[in-house]
């Protein structure tokens, strides 16, 4: 994925992922292995104490591999300019959390790149789940189901990992019933309340049922390769990686994930949950397997940016655009007074930023319901 003519770039954001992807690259340049004759870091430069500030990690990268990391303000665009994209591209405009990447990209660009190596992927395929105790328990491996019992045990102590076990392994099995029901009705409202599904009109929340039932995997015989095969089909996750990849083209930039191999997702597929998460320790294998390679402060980080200052900058504009009529389109989607009650919720995303996400999500329904692009002189122009 790095063969290039020109000097590849790369995002090395400080976390676990795309600065392993910066590493193994940098060894393979030093190595005469990669195919590009040259390697390009970049980082983005949140200079606030906001949880967006990833530059500690980022320079620890760069001083641990002797590279200079360019570090390269967060792009920040007005709403009119994702109102104009939608209209230039005649889809949803970008997330702020995208497009504040848009600063990496044109300076790559300018510096004569055309590819850039990121590293989406790493969180979908590499992290791990307690699954392994239900996986375990409904194909009667005992042996196994021991042996994860006791390395947790080693890892976090007897109490937690018996209620990991209740939890994960045993809980899952029990039949059917009143106290079980009790509990799937709870789970379901909050989730639907997380998912934001509370503020859909009844015809919209039908057919968001009618796409999950018709997309979600059962076919997976474990519990992760089940969410892992839903990665795959998942609506969302193909419609940002296509927005990312718009973005990039749209510079001069090819986008480039090497965690999206289909050899590494294959072997994500086979490889047992308990290889990937040990204790409270993610991406297990994944450390282990950059050891050297990263210094210490990134192989044993456990935090991870939060970017929802990327909204908060935008959310005078965004209470603005929505406190006028909405369009018909939209009115027949979302129930106006939830809309009204989110409105009021923005200014508070210290615990959620699910407030944002979901009036963007307005936002850009009403950007691609403005009138579209007209012709003239055969030239594109905004009404």
Known sequence: MSRSSQPVACEVSGGLDSSGIFAVAETLRRQELLPAPGLEGYTLAFSDESDANELEYARAVGRHLDCKIQEILPTRKPLSWYQQWAGHYREFPSYPNGVMGLGIRERARDQRSRVLLVGVGGDEWLCGSRNYYADAVAAKRWDELLNCFELDRR??????????????????RIPDGTVKQFLRKLL????????????LTPPMKRLLRQRRDKYLSSRAIKTRQRKQSNTLSSAYAAHAREL???????????????????DLIQFAFTIPDWYLLRGHTDKYLHRKALTGLLPQAVLTRTTKAEFSITYRWLLPEIRQGLMGKMSKRVQDWVEPGEVAELLGN??????????????WSLIGCE?????????????????
């Open 244 to 262: 990312e990849e718009r973005m990039a083209s749209s510079v001069g930039i090819e986008l480039r994930r090497p965690f999206f191999d289909v």
């Open 155 to 172: 890892n976090v102590g007897l109490h937690r990992s018996l209620w990991w076990l209740f939890r994960h392994g045993l809980a899952p």
């Open 188 to 199: 379901a409202d909050d989730q639907r309340r997380i998912e934001g599904e509370v503020w």
């Open 367 to 383: 950007a691609m319901s403005s009138p579209r692009l007209k012709s003239k002189d055969g030239c594109l122009v905004f009404p």
């Open 346 to 359: 923005v200014g508070n995303l210290e615990n959620s930023s699910w407030p944002a996400w979901m009036l």
